[in-house]
């Protein structure tokens, strides 16, 4: 309707008062004859005003209507004072559309093509040219009004009817994957649509199929999932590619997810989730959170306190003691987490717990985990700041928690690869700050061996680290650190704060120790490679 609106007011219409041979009829009081195809023609302007004011079908005999398929008017018909039509058109009622017939079907000049603005009642088809068929395709690419109002290339990842109308679920090029979302189709520019078969290759000005997509595909990984080969990535990719939960309810925060999580089936249909905070129970609907937590006992995280400094506390909690519990805190934690492994069996893993206390409880704000017993020395699994919780330095303390737990252990410690991308920015900070408050108060000549029994950081973290701040160099077979005070001065302030800071005396914590049972620890090793070799 829009592209019709704009034409030109002054084109004259014919008179109400002209007779009927002048109108093109036979007699005034009969009704129209149904619109054939072969009578339409493009001429003068004479029968313009047929287009102005009610919506209309073209139809052919029998008075069935035209298929409708929107495209864009504005290009192809010009000025609308070129239509002639040999007889009047008929109206099909109220429903919202006005239609202009194809070349194809009128026979006549010109480049007249379908045009809907109503929406998905306009039937399944696919874009041809500058042509849309709804519903969508799963592949289709367009633009999409996100949440700051403005339009951005997005992909139909999938689709689904609700209530007579599609959803689609998209994925922003230009965003994470986190910030996939289903939305409707008033949300979508239909006028930026291009096929998915075939992209262009701009920096080439050629074409690019599907099969030599997939060979680019092959030798590109997304950065900060470099473990992952391009297989493996896909299978992953496909495996998650829609958030099956939308929201979670967590204490006093309404939060929405970021990636998918394999929750039991019987919740694969459920938009939002309610956890128990302390127990990490989760429910369908909000008043079984309300009973469960009228009989739930627990105010803090189950285990034991290792540390509490002012407000916050630190809690382990051993997953082979506390299974239901580590179990449900997987399930979370993936809902904002994307490239990791979950582990079913929780056995092998402690889980430490950082919350916030008052006098209603201990209240969860992230936590990391660990193997008990790591052979490539991780000292970290995963790490998770609740989205209400970051940017308040959480996340940097729990890293340096890490470091102080391998301290204690007198250990080397690194974090388990692939990191997420906010986690390898959170570490690449962490490295940066620490190793270069020790350059610049340490007096003399310091090692690379030194600075990794200071910090217990792994001394290829340490050399990646010196080398992306360009700080050491490789003379005659050994690294030599180049530490100018001006510069560590700018790398400290590009680094940024180093957030809350942990206090070695209020940790107060015994390394974990297996009983020494070789069959025992047979078991845990075969658990690792199996679930390593299953897990999602």
Known sequence: MAALAGMEEEAEAPSAELDAEAAGLDDPDEPPPPLELDDLAVGSDENAELLNGSSMYFEKGGGI????????????LGDMRDLDFKEPLRSNGSNGRLLSLSPSLSGGGGSMQMFDSGGEDAGSCRKRKNRVL????VG?????????DKYHPVTIIERKKVNDEYHYYVHYSEFNRRLDEWVKLDQLNLDATEADAVEKVEDKGLKMTRHQKRKIDETHVEEGHEDFDAASLREHEEITK???????ELGRYEIDTWYFSPFPPEYSDCNKLFFCEFCLAFVKRKEQLQRHMRKCDLKHPPGDEIYRNGSLSMFEVDGRKNKVYSQNLCYLAKLFLDHKTLYYDVDLFLFYILCECDDRGCHMVGYFSKEKHSEEGYNLACILTLPPYQRKGYGKFLIAFSYELSKKETKVGTPER??????????????TRVLL???????????????TDMTAIRSEDVINTLQQLELIQYRKGQYVICADPKLLDRH????????????????????????????????????KAAHKASGV
């Open 140 to 148: 289709t690419k367009l633009t999409c009004r996100w949440r700051d």
């Open 242 to 248: 829609v958030k099956n939960i939308g929201k979670i």
């Open 492 to 527: 400290l302030k590009a680094a940024g704060r180093s957030g809350l800071e942990v206090d070695p005396s209020k940790l107060i914590w015994t390394p974990y120790k297996e009983q020494e049972d070789g069959s025992l620890m047979k078991t845990y090793s075969s658990k």
């Open 437 to 451: 408050d020790i350059l610049k108060k340490h007096r003399g000549n310091v090692s690379i061996k030194e600075l």
């Open 418 to 431: 692939p990191l997420s991308d906010l986690g390898l920015l959170s570490y690449r900070g962490y490295w």
């Open 65 to 76: 209507p035209v298929d409708p398929v929107v495209t864009n008017l504005s290009e192809d």
């Open 134 to 137: 709804l519903p969508l395709e």
